[in-house]
């Protein structure tokens, strides 16, 4: 019979074996603890790759290596409703067609027509919105991004929070029912947002950083990810704003940011915006496939 002693040399020598990855009976395995790999894919922006609705925006996000690709609804100006053409069912399976040809996902539908105009204040946003996403339904695509823009600055205009509070539970509603989530981007900073997405109290709208945010306003990216956690943000623009490529920022430090999305339990869509390179700007492929493949080497490797 064994003494404790021996049961005890028995199991450590077990445990080496385990600690060194080798094979082991069922037993041995269970005593490992597991933990669950954080999974990231990477996007480009179609407008900012200038191919803003267009078909070969597609083929371009293949050769620039990304997995998928955020697409725009459309122009708005002064329209009742955004100028879509993937409304045309036509025109929607000729992305869909071509999407699976390559391999790629549309990872978003972008409203950037908020921008530059007012949710606050436009009289037809409910039609805006179901018409994206009605969209997102017949492309089987999840997240929508709804930037509050420069007219909806709550920094600046504060006196315009309580009516986009109320169209934002109202907007939260119609995401409820369609089963996707609205991403917001705002002004504000990071405990600014977890009061305002508690105020609107809807799970269907959360946040989509922007990693250029807090940075140009001189905040710490890292604790902003940690207060608002990983439940709160469904997507991220992971890039600065223009100046240079992403692996040549002195100000975003890509490793940390894995590490701190590894602290918030969070995963999914990196979403190229910017970053190109200042003294070449308009080169899409060279500055967009620069930085998909810097983030690739980071967060897929």
């Known amino acids: 019979m064994k003494t404790d002693t021996a049961s005890r040399r028995d199991f450590l020598k077990a445990s080496s074996f385990l600690t060194g990855g080798l094979l082991l ?19 480009v922006v179609d407008l900012m790759i200038l191919k803003r609705q267009k078909l070969g925006a597609l083929q371009l996000t293949k050769d620039i290596g990304a997995d998928g690709v955020e697409v725009d609804v459309g122009g708005l100006g002064q329209r ?9 069912p036509e025109i929607r399976q000729q992305f869909i067609d071509k999407a699976k040809e390559l391999n790629l996902e549309i990872c978003s539908l972008a409203m950037t027509g908020f921008y530059a105009q007012s949710f606050a204040t436009r009289p037809t946003y409910q039609r805006m919105i179901q018409d994206c996403l009605d969209t997102m339904k017949a492309l089987n695509v999840k997240v929508a991004f709804l930037p509050l823009g420069t007219q909806g600055d709550l920094k600046k205009n504060p006196e315009l929070r309580p009516a986009i509070v109320e169209r934002l539970k109202v907007v939260g509603a119609m995401a409820k029912k369609a089963g996707v989530v609205v991403g917001i981007e705002t002004a504000l900073d990071a405990t600014g947002e977890v009061a305002l997405l508690k105020e609107i109290n809807s799970k269907n709208i959360q946040i989509y950083f922007n990693f250029s945010n807090p940075l140009k306003e001189g905040r710490d990216l890292h604790q902003e990810l940690k207060i608002l956690g990983g439940k709160r943000i469904c997507q991220i623009h992971a890039t600065d704003e223009d100046g240079v490529w992403l692996q040549n920022n002195t100000r975003l430090d890509m490793n940390k940011v894995k590490q701190t ?17 200042a003294n070449d700007a308009r080169n899409v492929k060279k500055n967009f496939g620069a930085n998909a493949a810097y983030l690739k080497s980071i967060f897929q490797s």
């Open 261 to 277: 999305l590894a602290d918030i339990n969070w995963e999914g869509w990196l979403v190229i915006e910017r970053s190109r390179d």
């Open 25 to 43: 009976p069922g037993w041995a395995r269970a005593l490992a603890p597991t933990k669950k790999r954080l999974t990231y894919k990477v996007a």
């Open 80 to 88: 009742e409703t955004f100028d879509n053409q993937l409304a045309n």
